[in-house]
């Protein structure tokens, strides 16, 4: 059965901290690793990782891949209170439709 | 990245009534999907709405239940049928212009049923 596993689930920090979230993935046909950052009701696209060791960056944002080891980091710098949301890793598993299986998010709570 | 609208953006209804739910996309996509949220979890994936054809499910989502229709590349409709307290849930509809691309979501639409 595909798995999909975010680690913590809730984390709860101070202005300016650094935050490593996890998410480790058990698939059979592995095609791309996602984070959305979600707020209210959309989630909104944050990366999309297809290849281990390269990292992207956005802003204070960061993320990389391990297909050897089958999990993928999103790192957040200097947090702020806008950084506040649930974030979802997501992986796209099948070869035709390309759908999403998501796992159950980690809820950040930047504190200020 | 595609914008893309979802109305209504909520609605609460009574049971056993159904509700149509519109997605439209500002340009034109090669897949459109909806998923639902329930609360306190994570998405799960209803279906792939086809352009012109039928649209595919995923286990434990029927036709029946949750009738989909794509008639061109920019716009899906979701409707929710006699509908029960248990479909309480965020409905969101997402879409990608292509096989590598990332997906991008609506708002969502927030249903309660009474």
């Known amino acids: 059965e595909d798995k999909v596993v975010q680690s913590p689930l809730s984390l709860v920090v101070h202005e300016g901290d650094t935050v490593t979230l996890n998410c480790s993935y058990e698939?059979?046909?592995?095609?791309?690793l996602l984070w959305y950052k979600q707020e209210k009701k959309a989630p909104t696209f944050l990366f999309m990782l297809?290849?281990?060791?390269i990292e992207k960056k956005s802003g204070r944002l960061s993320s990389i891949l391990d297909k050897k080891e089958l999990f993928s980091i999103l790192n957040i710098t200097a947090t702020q209170t806008g950084d506040s949301a649930i974030y979802l890793c997501?992986?796209?598993?099948?070869?035709?439709?390309?759908?999403?299986?998501f796992g159950t998010g980690t809820r950040l709570t930047v504190i200020p | 990245s595609a914008v893309i609208s979802q109305k209504p953006s909520r609605d609460i209804c009574q049971r056993g009534t159904s509700l149509t739910i519109q997605c439209q996309v500002d340009?034109?996509?090669?897949?459109m999907f909806w998923y639902r949220q329930q609360p306190g979890q994570s998405l799960t994936l209803i279906a792939t709405?086809?352009?012109?054809?039928?649209?595919?499910?995923e286990s434990g989502f029927v036709i029946d239940k949750f009738p989909i229709s794509r008639p061109n590349l920019t716009f899906s409709t979701l409707t929710v049928s006699n509908m029960s307290p248990e479909d309480s849930s965020i409905y969101l509809c997402?879409?990608?212009?292509?096989?590598?691309?990332?997906?991008?979501f609506g708002d969502g639409t927030r249903l309660s049923i009474l």
């Open positions: 340009s034109q996509v090669t897949m």
């Open positions: 997402s879409a990608k212009r292509g096989l590598d691309q990332p997906q991008h």
């Open positions: 698939v059979t046909n592995f095609r791309s």
């Open positions: 997501a992986v796209v598993v099948r070869s035709g439709a390309n759908n999403l299986f």
């Open positions: 709405a086809n352009q012109g054809s039928e649209a595919t499910y």
């Open positions: 297809t290849s281990s060791g």
